[in-house]
């Protein structure tokens, strides 16, 4: 599908979900947004039934209040690319953001973003936590009227809290042998701390004190948790909820990487994975307790925000949107991390709750993409609607889960490499026009390629229309600039 096509569906979805929900959701009224982001989760959460033990009491009474949506996925299954995409509407396909070294405001100098636009329309706009990139140079100090700090360094530091090298840390440090192995950050030990002592601690509790006072001007409150990424450090009770002889693995086929492309094999089995030494060393268990233990640690942190604006005077007038920015691989695939296109990688838990409003207990199967955050956003407060985004709105399947919905949720992962997830079908296609295709109804953990099978064309060539014909070139790496992180300003080197 090409781009002119693309952009001209999803400006008349945008509109036309706009008169729906002016009229219908919320009549004139701008309500609340409380806007909650978790970093690196994929859909091990009770309520999506991605991992049998997995304890998110808060998640799930969430959810319980408003609608689910159980087939959602991220825009790229990196950080900063799906991140830059949810905030400024905009596919990696059209703005060339696709790594974590690329700054976006460089290709984008115009772009308003999310929080941005918000605070243009009239609302109180704060902020605090891991939204943007947590890096220097990625969060957008014009988009916010104010943002909470937990390290009061960050803002010398170009925004940059530190959440990898700032204590609470292990007494050793790597805790483990797997980054002498892997990634730097791949470690995970228990802390003998309390809650409030971590990063994502002290940010919901500022929250939650935000949450206890009413406001004469409606508020747009984005707070995003930093775990469970890694490094998987969280405080020892967490760890004690999962016992390691309990611990259930991910199943995994061991052949299941002989049907794939070459490229798909490459990423699988990237040196940050090293799943054989994971295996060999006797820590793939210990490591899926810790990724559990950190799971049930920020979902103690959303219960606090939660709790906090039950009982305060917002709750009535506030509408909850849960998101996390891409998925997460613990051995399925002989892959760890995220950085691939498969299931794993790329769905998340995507939750919307306003009561009085949004029918409590639903859940919503229709592919939808957390690049359709921005626009239906806009429609759910009634903001005037923005044509240049690449998302569309899902305020009317927020109203009707089961309405109508013929779009698939679209995935890019580096350049000209995209995923469509469908209601049935997973397609991907590689930068060398290699093939993947699977049937969720059949194969749910996508063990089984079908795109070599003949009778299989005919959907392979439907999913395939929706990939972008055109594809934005690769935007600068952080090297081509010099950033001044006290004016938050770029300079393009010469040569």
């Known amino acids: 599908m090409n781009r002119r096509k693309f952009m001209q569906i999803s400006a008349s979805a945008a509109l036309a979900a706009s008169c729906i929900s002016n009229k219908s959701l919320f009549a004139s009224k701008k309500p609340n947004v409380l806007f909650l982001a978790v970093d690196d989760w994929n859909d091990w959460v009770g309520c999506l039934g991605g991992h049998p033990d997995v304890k998110t009491p808060n998640l799930d009474r969430l959810a319980q209040s408003g609608v689910l949506f159980t087939n959602a996925h991220c825009p790229a299954p990196i950080c900063n690319p799906s991140r830059t995409a949810i905030m400024t509407g905009l596919m990696p396909s059209t703005s060339g953001v696709y790594n974590n070294s690329q700054w976006w405001r460089p290709v984008l100098p ?27 140079g990625f969060n957008d100090p014009r988009a916010w009227d104010h943002y909470y700090f937990w390290n009061p360094e960050a803002r010398e530091n170009g925004w940059d809290e530190r959440y990898q090298t700032m204590p609470p840390l292990p007494p050793k440090v790597p805790a483990t042998d797997i980054p002498e192995h892997t990634k730097p950050n791949f470690d995970f030990a228990p802390l003998d701390v309390d809650d409030d002592e971590m990063a994502d601690g002290k940010v919901a509790g500022w929250a939650a004190e935000y949450l206890k006072q009413k406001y004469e001007k409606p508020f747009f409150l984005a707070v995003g948790m930093f775990r469970p990424h890694i490094a998987w450090y969280a405080p020892r009770k ?3 909820m999962y016992p390691l002889d309990e611990i259930e693995l991910p199943p995994v086929k061991e052949d299941d990487l002989d049907d794939l492309p070459p490229i798909a094999r490459e990423w699988a089995l990237d040196k940050g994975s090293n799943h054989e030494h994971v295996k060999k060393s006797d820590q793939w268990k210990k490591a899926v307790q810790a990724y559990l233990a950190c799971i049930s640690f920020s979902d103690a942190q959303v219960g606090k925000i939660l709790k906090a604006l039950q009982a ?9 949107v849960l998101w996390s920015d891409h998925g997460y691989h613990l051995g399925e695939k002989q892959h760890w991390h995220k950085f691939t296109l498969w299931e794993r990688s790329t769905r998340v838990p995507l939750i919307f709750s306003y009561p009085g409003v949004i029918t409590p207990n639903t859940t919503c199967t229709r592919p939808v993409s957390l690049l359709d955050l921005y626009p239906s956003l806009i429609d759910f407060c009634g903001l005037p609607a923005k044509g240049d985004l690449d998302g569309r709105s899902i305020a009317k399947l927020v109203k009707n889960p089961k309405a109508e ?4 949720a679209i995935t890019s992962h580096g350049y000209q490499n995209f995923a469509v997830r469908s209601e049935q079908w997973r397609y991907i296609r590689y930068k060398d026009g290699s093939e993947e295709l699977y049937d969720h109804q059949n194969d749910p953990n996508e063990w089984n390629n ?8 005919t959907v ?3 999913m395939a229309e ?12 952080k090297g081509a600039y010099k950033f001044d992180p006290r004016s938050y300003t770029w300079q393009r080197k010469r040569g």
């Open 460 to 462: 392979k060539k439907e």
């Open 466 to 477: 929706w990939i972008p014909e055109k594809v934005a070139p690769e935007a600068p790496r």
């Open 405 to 408: 919905w013929k779009y698939p």
């Open 110 to 136: 115009d772009v308003v973003t999310l929080p941005a636009y918000f605070k243009n329309n009239g609302y109180r706009v704060e902020g605090a936590g891991k939204l943007f990139h947590h890096m220097p």
């Open 238 to 240: 967490y760890f004690d």
């Open 450 to 457: 079908l795109a070599s099978l003949p009778e299989y064309d």
């Open 312 to 320: 305060g005077p917002n709750l009535q007038d506030t509408l909850v």
